[in-house]
């Protein structure tokens, strides 16, 4: 689906298809700088990285293992609380590993850092965090971000994995979300 198929929902179009395959490009060529020795094992955060971790994936090199979980951020509302429940855990044993972590966007960072912990806590050497995109609140959590796509306002966005109410996932652009589409 594309921008012009649900126009009316969308306010704008943050970046296009072709921009973000060319910011995947450009980040796949850091990591590939940065792990020389053996390839991470690409962790991907269901369910909105998926779109992410195809691109990237194909885009890299080198030949990573990929591995999925799930997580949801306990409490009401649509802010994160900080405290995770796993949906579906990994079938990896991350003991000894460098662990990439794939995700498509950071508002709080409170997932993330939880996730993280939880996998240094697992024995993995080391854990890095991608993601497509980041928001200027999780500036305040001292979560270090390796590999960024962009850095945009805090608008609620919609497009490449990311969902409003488990709609929109497959729009191949990343767009703000028109208020009047969640404010009814
Ligand atoms: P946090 O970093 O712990 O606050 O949680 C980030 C999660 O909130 C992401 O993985 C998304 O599921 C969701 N999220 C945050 N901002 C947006 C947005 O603009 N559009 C869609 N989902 C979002
Ligand atoms: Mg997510």
Same mark, same amino acid.
């Given at each position: ?8 929902? +969308? ?11 060319? $910011?995947?490009?450009?980040?796949? $060529?850091?990591? !590939? ?22 691109? +990237? ?39 000894? $590993?460098?662990?990439?972590?794939? !995700? ?10 939880? +996730? ?29 971000? !390796? ?24 729009? $191949? ?12």
């Amino acid at each position: 689906m594309r921008a012009g198929d649900v126009q009316a929902d +969308l306010s704008k179009v943050l970046y296009t298809e072709q921009q973000l395959r060319a $910011r995947i490009a450009e980040v796949a $060529r850091q990591i !590939e700088a940065d792990y020389t020795a053996e390839p991470p094992l690409l962790v991907g955060v269901l369910k909105g990285a998926v779109m992410i971790m195809a691109d +990237l994936s194909r885009e890299l090199k080198f030949m990573p293992e990929m591995d999925w979980m799930a997580v949801s951020s306990y409490g009401a509302g649509t802010k994160s609380s900080g405290v995770v429940k796993i949906l579906k855990d990994l079938d990896t044993d991350v003991m000894g $590993r460098d662990v990439l972590i794939v !995700e498509d966007i950071i508002d709080s960072g409170l997932t993330l850092s939880w +996730l993280k912990e939880n996998l240094l806590t697992r024995g993995a050497k080391s854990v890095k965090i991608c993601t497509m995109l980041r928001k200027p609140e999780a500036l305040k959590t001292d979560i270090s971000v !390796e590999y960024i796509g962009y850095d945009i306002p805090s608008e609620f966005v919609v497009g490449y994995g990311l969902d409003y109410a488990e709609k929109y996932r497959n729009l $191949r652009d990343i767009a703000v979300l028109a208020p009047h589409v969640y404010e009814n």
